[in-house]
């Protein structure tokens, strides 16, 4: 195995695994850099206002937490919906000194995707913070965000996170995985095919049963290109300008697809 476990049955990075990640990170750089330094403008007043970049399904936050110290403009929000990865986020952020990361453990449904907001960061003092009586549901929060990323979300989480960046009119970058998993329990109530052009080829019985199964469970590279391919007409289709990518090497992942969405309205 290339992995190993910590006593809290979390993934540790072994020495080839480690090499992926990093792989899989500088392919994120070269792509978002130009989008990371650009602030975007207030439209109530002149000044910048700092980027707001979520990383659904975050895990022990490799990705942002690389980002982060060299992104000192953005604000990286790391949601995963288990604790202890989040737990160890906080840790790495606050053992590198960076002030521009939060987490928020977040279980993502169909039921409550338009129910997330960010917390948003509030000067309080000592005394405030320590007072296990204040009420959480008095936080101010934003729904606003610039950009959802979706490394490696599984099945059905990839299609939620690309609907949330619609509805937020943000900007999205995923990198799908795990289509096999997708069956008609799993979909999170989503149609599929997503598109109406490839929903004019085959049926959703058809898509589930045949082509997503083939995409992972049979690694049939055509199958993964064509649902990255509908995905990507349904972005186009709702606004999106989209472009498709493969990381490099392929060796970082066998599941090397990636969509840039650029919101249209957003970006004008």
């Given at each position: 195995?290339?992995?190993?476990?910590?006593?809290?049955?979390?993934?540790?990075?072994?020495?080839?695994?480690?090499?992926?990640?990093?792989?899989?990170?500088?392919?994120?750089?070269?792509?978002?850099?130009?989008?990371?330094?650009?602030?975007?403008?207030?439209?109530?007043?002149?000044?910048?206002?700092?980027?707001?970049?979520?990383?659904?399904?975050?895990?022990?936050?490799?990705?942002?937490?690389?980002?982060?110290?060299?992104?000192?403009?953005?604000?990286?929000?790391?949601?995963?919906?288990?604790?202890?990865?989040?737990?160890?986020?906080?840790?790495?952020?606050?053992?590198?000194?960076?002030?521009?990361?939060?987490?928020?453990?977040?279980?993502?449904?169909?039921?409550?995707?338009?129910?997330?907001?960010?917390?948003?960061?509030?000067?309080?003092?000592?005394?405030?913070?320590?007072?296990n009586n204040r009420d959480p549901s008095h936080q101010p929060t934003t729904e606003t965000f610039d950009l959802a990323i979706g490394l490696h979300c599984c099945g059905s989480f990839t299609d939620m996170v690309m609907q949330l960046a619609l509805s937020r009119g943000a900007d999205c970058v995923v990198c799908p995985c795990c289509n096999g998993a997708m069956t008609s329990k799993t979909t999170c109530g989503y149609q599929y095919p997503r598109s109406k052009f490839v929903r004019g080829l085959m049926?959703?019985?058809?898509?589930?049963?045949?082509?997503?199964?083939?995409?992972?469970?049979?690694?049939?590279?055509?199958?993964?290109?064509?649902?990255?391919?509908?995905?990507?007409?349904?972005?186009?289709?709702?606004?999106?300008?989209?472009?498709?990518?493969?990381?490099?090497?392929?060796?970082?992942?066998?599941?090397?697809?990636?969509?840039?969405?650029?919101?249209?309205?957003?970006?004008?």
């Open positions: 195995s290339d992995e190993n476990k910590d006593n809290d049955g979390v993934s540790l990075l072994s020495n080839d695994r480690g090499q992926r990640k990093a792989w899989q990170v500088e392919n994120f750089v070269s792509l978002l850099q130009d989008r990371l330094l650009c602030q975007r403008q207030s439209p109530s007043s002149t000044a910048p206002t700092t980027l707001t970049v979520v990383d659904f399904g975050c895990g022990s936050g490799n990705l942002c937490l690389a980002l982060a110290p060299y992104f000192t403009n953005v604000q990286f929000v790391l949601v995963d919906k288990k604790p202890y990865p989040l737990s160890l986020v906080e840790k790495r952020a606050q053992a590198s000194g960076l002030s521009n990361v939060q987490t928020m453990q977040y279980n993502f449904s169909p039921s409550n995707l338009d129910d997330f907001c960010i917390p948003t960061e509030t000067n309080t003092s000592d005394e405030e913070k320590t007072d049926s959703q019985e058809e898509y589930l049963g045949q082509l997503s199964r083939a995409a992972d469970d049979l690694g049939n590279y055509q199958a993964k290109c064509l649902i990255e391919y509908d995905r990507a007409l349904w972005a186009r289709d709702n606004g999106f300008d989209v472009q498709l990518f493969k990381l490099t090497p392929e060796e970082s992942t066998p599941k090397h697809h990636v969509l840039y969405l650029a919101n249209r309205i957003r970006n004008r």
